[in-house]
């Protein structure tokens, strides 16, 4: 049984740039949702998605946007850039119904500059 | 709405006493809590959850926590700490209700563990 893998690992970009983020879904599960994690804070819910629709949203602005595929892979895209966008994104994957949590990758580390 | 707080952002202890870190949630709904660890550099690992079952609740390396709606706490505890337990940790709440709607995870600001040997 395969875990949740993220890339890249860790990337820098400038202002007003864009930026897509990939994630691989542990085996057997169907919903992948994504967090941000500022330096020093808990995860933040960005969206979630399900059958490769959006399923629930955060309170975070329409530049970040996402997709999944049907093999319920992942990517969350970003656009025009802001110094505060520098963070920790987390994808985690589950079954839709959270009832045994969720499984985390290890992140992609994004700076902006 | 869906809240935690979690009492205590950094807590340190000496390696074989006990552990405890201090959750309180609020939740308009049943809520499933969990507790996660997240170790410098790594993603988020699961200790233990709870769904409405016992009460108390046993989770991975001796951890295990104990659900009281009566004063809507789920603190971590653990009898003896050792020195890979220093990490930071996360308390999450989770409204059932919801999951049709997008369920998402609430988490706690985290509480940084260290053990002194």
């Known amino acids: 049984e395969t875990g949740v893998t993220q890339s890249p690992t860790h990337l820098i970009k400038t202002r007003g740039q864009q930026v897509t983020l990939r994630c691989s879904s542990q085996?057997?599960?169907?919903?992948v949702s994504w967090y941000q994690q500022a330096l020093g804070q808990g995860p933040q819910f960005i969206f979630q998605?399900?059958?490769?629709?959006?399923?629930g949203r955060g309170n975070f602005p329409p530049r970040f946007s996402g997709l999944q595929f049907p093999n319920y892979s992942s990517e969350l895209n970003v656009n025009a850039l802001e110094l505060d966008d520098s963070a920790l994104y987390l994808c985690?994957?589950?079954?839709?119904?959270?009832?045994?949590?969720?499984?985390f990758g290890s992140g992609t580390r994004l700076t902006v500059v | 709405a869906q809240s935690v707080t979690q009492l205590d952002s950094h807590v340190s202890v000496s390696e074989g006493t006990p552990v405890l870190l201090r959750c309180n949630y609020s939740?308009?709904?049943?809520?499933?809590l969990f507790w996660y660890v997240q170790h410098p550099n790594k993603g988020l690992q699961l200790l233990l959850k709870?769904?409405?079952?016992?009460?108390l609740v046993k989770g991975i390396n001796g951890f295990e926590a104990e659900f009281k709606k009566s004063e809507t706490s789920f603190h971590l505890t653990k009898p003896s700490a050792h020195m890979s337990d220093a990490a930071e940790y996360f308390c999450?709440?989770?409204?059932?209700?919801?999951?049709?709607?997008?369920?998402?995870?609430?988490f706690g600001t985290g509480t940084s563990l260290t053990v002194i040997p």
């Open positions: 939740s308009s709904y049943s809520p499933s």
């Open positions: 709870y769904t409405s079952a016992a009460t």
């Open positions: 085996s057997g599960h169907n919903t």
């Open positions: 999450v709440v989770s409204d059932r209700s919801k999951m049709n709607t997008g369920n998402q995870f609430y």
């Open positions: 985690a994957s589950s079954l839709r119904d959270l009832l045994y949590g969720y499984t």
């Open positions: 998605y399900y059958r490769e629709e959006e399923n």
